[in-house]
């Protein structure tokens, strides 16, 4: 019997229903990532689009066909890269990444390592043999050291560390061996969203070129240290004088480590000084407030802003216009302002280099 060979028939044309109107889906994606989606909302039908990270396929009761509906998991906003959909999340833990300058607190205190807090889904580990001694000895951990843990961290500890490694389980592994690491003392400290952890309104901590810097305060405050934990963790402190490095050679810096390095005891801070880092700590709950990223350069720009409106009530008060009472303050209106007047800044300095730059 002979064997005839036939072209394939084309595949039926398969349409999917809803309960509205369907529309055509780039327009209806456009309009979803403007808003938010909520768990267990309808995503698309269309079998084109590839789900990603907080979206799941529902199952259906039939088994000879396959579900095309993708379904959000998670509140966020709708992200779309190529075909492939995820929901960012408006409230999320930080992720942790190697490199990544961290502010944490001890929270565990095991015979060879601490168990830190750095805003994540699991706590960090700090290894014994990871951080200096005081006295820059570079020598092997021994018993004596494990039993003396808790003179160089205790439960309660806050301390600025470095990712140093990234467990399979997603566990992070931090370092304090440099000078410019170690306990925190003699300031406040904040907690806001950080980097992953704000997708919604976008205000919180993101990865800069400098997360640690000081700044010269005004009103006579002096010098106060501003530390911008990548993981939303910040820590604003009066400065203290660095140990000399500058006669010390690069191979011997451990050297310089002396034990007040791992002291519990603050030193007195003038009223000027406290002022100051509260308002400092008033500028990025500002930032935060208002949605808008906190770096360096947006967080000394929200600083300037209420330096000058704080003259500005000064001026008022002189002539007997103003209140006299709550210029501290910087919440409110008066929060709005100081991020309206940052922004405006940050879109003056942008519009002078691509001036410049043209």
Same mark, same amino acid.
């Given at each position: 019997m002979p064997i005839s060979i036939l072209p394939p028939a084309p595949a039926p044309q398969i349409s999917y229903s809803s309960h509205d109107d369907h529309t055509p889906l780039d327009s209806d994606l456009e309009f979803t990532s403007k808003s938010i989606v909520t768990p267990g909302e309808n995503i698309t039908d269309d079998p084109q689009w590839m789900r990603g990270h907080g979206t799941f396929t529902p199952s259906i009761s039939t088994s000879y066909s396959q579900s095309t509906k993708i379904s @959000? /998991?998670? @509140?966020? /906003?709708?992200? #779309? +890269?190529?075909?492939l959909l995820s929901v960012k999340p408006l409230r999320a833990r930080y992720t942790p990444e190697i490199g990544d300058?961290?502010?944490g607190r001890i929270v565990e205190v095991h015979p060879k390592r601490w168990k830190v807090d750095i805003s994540a889904p699991l706590l960090a580990q700090l290894p014994l043999s990871s951080i200096n001694l005081p006295g820059g000895i570079l020598r092997k951990r021994t018993t004596t050291d494990e039993l003396a843990i808790r003179t160089f961290f205790a439960e309660g500890d806050l301390l600025v560390a470095e990712v140093q490694a990234v467990h399979g389980d997603g566990a992070a592994g931090l370092? +304090? #061996? &440099?000078?410019?690491?170690g306990k925190l003392r003699n300031g406040a400290f904040l907690k806001v969203a950080g980097h992953g952890g704000g997708g919604g309104g976008g205000g919180g901590v993101v990865r800069s070129r400098r997360q640690v810097w000081t700044v010269q305060t005004g009103n006579g405050g002096g010098e106060v240290d501003v530390v911008l934990g990548v993981n939303g963790y910040i820590w604003i402190a009066k400065h203290t004088a660095s140990h000399a490095t500058s006669q010390v050679s690069v /191979? #011997?810096? *451990?050297e310089s480590v002396s034990s007040s390095i791992y002291s519990s005891q603050n030193d007195e801070i003038a009223p000027e000084t406290r #002022?100051?880092?509260a308002r400092l700590g008033g500028c990025v709950m500002a930032l935060v407030e208002g949605g808008v990223r906190v770096d360096e350069e947006m967080v000394m720009r929200a600083y300037d802003a209420s330096l000058e409106i704080d003259a500005e009530e000064m001026d008022r008060d002189r002539e007997g216009e103003g209140e006299g009472e709550g210029r501290d303050y910087l919440g409110g209106e008066k929060g709005r302002r100081v991020v309206e007047m940052a922004l405006t800044g940050a879109h003056s300095a942008s519009d002078r280099m691509v001036v *410049?730059? &043209?």
């Open positions: @959000a /998991t998670l @509140a966020g /906003t709708l992200l #779309r +890269t190529n075909k300058l961290v502010v370092h +304090t #061996r &440099s000078l410019k690491y /191979t #011997r810096l *451990e #002022r100051e880092i *410049e730059q &043209s």
